[in-house]
Nanobody, 117 residues
Framework: VQLQASGGGLVQAGGSLRLSCAVSGRSFSSYVMGWFRQASGKEREFVGNIRWSGGSTFYADSVKGRFTISRDNAKNTVYLQMNSLKPEDTAVYYC???????????WGRGTQVTVSS
């Protein structure tokens, strides 16, 4: 079972990036896929999640209205579309998986997002 996040990079404030999380090794139909981030010197922060089955989403207040999570069942990939980026969005972003109602116990490698002012 593997999760692999990609798509990070350097972007100016106000710009956009789309992160991808490729899922391999099993079916995640009964899982929730989450995005988290961790800025340097800070604790890991929940960004949002999506139920693989049904596609319902939930977002942290700090990103609501700017970030959108979606999934492509055919590609086994979850996306994090980030718009109107701010310098405070700078962090390493991780995708993770949890059984619905459980804890996130499957994690992928992070991808760095840097937003310049």
């Amino acid at each position: 079972v593997q999760l692999q996040a990609s798509g990070g990079g350097l972007v100016q404030a106000g710009g956009s990036l789309r992160l991808s999380c490729a899922v391999s090794g099993r079916s995640f139909s009964s899982y929730v896929m989450g995005w988290f981030r961790q800025a340097s010197g800070k604790e890991r922060e929940f960004v949002g999640n999506i139920r693989w089955s049904g596609g319902s989403t939930f977002y942290a207040d700090s990103v609501k209205g700017r970030f959108t999570i979606s999934r492509d069942n055919a590609k086994n990939t979850v996306y994090l579309q980030m718009n109107s980026l701010k310098p405070e969005d700078t962090a390493v972003y991780y995708c993770a998986a949890a059984v619905i109602g459980g804890t996130y116990n499957i994690w992928g490698r992070g991808t760095q997002v840097t937003v310049s002012s």
